[in-house]
């Protein structure tokens, strides 16, 4: 078979018993990890879960050293994924309290606490491999992920680890979202904002410890920002945002690991990451709200727009059109032949154009302090501003045109 045919297999869930486990579960972790990356991403916290996922590396290096040294497998997941969150959590509380009794910034306690738990984890990653004991290899697997051989009961696990955090996302979805939104608005509810920072951190820590095994703890932060990233293309609501995100990664993590299951010797996290990226890439290239291709024909009739405009004021004034776009346009609309003459509808739309030009000097003129007209951008109609009884008023100022 293919490495399509088989990618379609893992996708269906058609390619065995633990890939499909393991699909699952990195589709669970996938969408808590776009939902607890949507509140992270709102409160500006990106570079807390950074902190987070680097300090579970001592973490997992001492659990293994811990469980070696006791005689039993090194590699035992629940023992690394426990060490892990402990090592997390005691990373997260010491960014809390440097930033809170000292006068460095969070960035600075985030930076002193990313090097200093990453570098010792390091280390210990070296005494490991000078171990005898243990069964250290596949260890590094925690770096950038792996399912390869992964156990049924390890892919059970995870896959309830992440059905936990997505009910977890469900269940403080609200009191988070006020304060990602609105921080002193929340307080003033009775919501301890500082509580709801720290499950807002702690819900990363979950997410971050259950993704080692699939993700790895390099890359497991991409997946907390690139989907919240990706979904604040599509909305400006909250709730929305939230939801989008939880999907986009959802969707990555899920294709991801089918793929990484189809083609054997890809490490998983860096498959996930790639398929995330590319939903953002699709996003920021079509999204109709923010997109490039959106914005591109937004600036295109805008353009066309103002070119019309002027087009119909010189026609109205008698003056020549010299702009090649503008006479393109005016062409494509039936107002002007190619001669250059203008043809009826032209002349009318000249007209109609010169009226309202002139209505709205007389406007400004008149109402120099309203406000209403400082949304005049010299191309919406001024019917579309002020009601009918203002603009008759205005065409009762303006002088009459001489009788023949």
Not at 74 to 85: D, H, N, Q
Not at 86 to 110: M, P, Q
Not at 183 to 210: C, S, Y
Not at 387 to 393: F, L, R
Request: proline share 3%; net charge positive; no cysteine.
């Amino acid at each position: 078979m293919t490495t399509a045919d088989l990618f379609l297999d893992a996708l269906s869930l058609r390619a065995g018993y633990n890939s499909a486990l393991v699909t699952v579960g990195a589709g669970l972790l996938g969408v808590a990890a776009g939902g607890a990356g949507a509140f992270v991403f709102l409160r500006k916290r990106a570079l807390v879960s950074d902190a987070i996922t680097h300090a579970t590396l001592p973490g997992v290096a001492l659990a293994f050293i811990v469980m070696a040294a006791l005689g039993g497998d090194g590699r035992w997941l629940p023992g690394l994924i426990f060490g892990s969150a402990v090592s997390a959590a005691i990373g997260l509380i010491v960014v809390e309290w440097i930033a809170a009794r000292t006068r460095l910034g969070e960035d600075a306690a985030i930076g002193a606490v990313l090097s200093v738990f990453f570098g010792l984890g390091i280390v210990l990653l070296t005494v490991i491999q000078t171990m005898s004991q243990g069964k250290q290899a596949g260890l590094d697997g925690f770096l950038l992920g792996s399912t390869s051989g992964m156990l049924a009961g390890e892919a059970v696990l995870i896959a309830a680890a992440g059905g936990v955090a997505v009910a977890l996302v469900v269940a403080l979805r609200r009191p988070m979202t006020m304060v990602a939104f609105d921080p002193e608005h929340a307080a003033t509810v009775g919501i301890d904002v500082r509580r709801t920072d720290l499950a807002m951190m702690g819900l990363a820590l979950i997410v971050t410890v259950i993704g080692l095994k699939i993700v790895g703890l390099i890359l497991i932060v991409a997946l907390l920002i690139i989907p919240p990233v990706t979904a604040r293309f599509w909305t400006d609501r909250v709730d929305r945002l939230i939801l989008i995100s939880a999907g986009a990664g959802g969707l990555a993590s899920y294709s991801g690991a089918a793929f990484s299951a189809a083609a054997r010797d890809v490490p998983t996290g860096p498959v996930i990451v790639l398929f995330a990226f590319a939903l953002f890439v699709l996003s920021l290239a079509l999204s109709p709200l923010r997109g490039v291709l959106a914005s591109a024909l937004r600036h295109r009739r805008f353009q066309h727009r103002v070119h019309l405009r002027q087009g119909l004021l010189a026609m109205a004034r008698g003056e020549a059109i010299y702009d090649r776009l503008t006479l393109r346009i005016l062409r494509r609309r039936g107002l002007i032949r190619r001669d250059g003459v203008a043809t009826r509808e032209g002349r009318g739309a000249a007209g109609r154009a010169q009226l309202d030009e002139t209505r709205w000097a007389t406007a400004r003129r008149l109402r120099a302090d309203d406000p209403v007209l400082e949304r005049y951008d010299g191309l919406t109609p001024i019917d579309d501003v002020l009601t009918s009884d203002q603009v008759e008023h205005l065409d009762s100022l303006l002088p009459k045109p001489e009788s023949t």
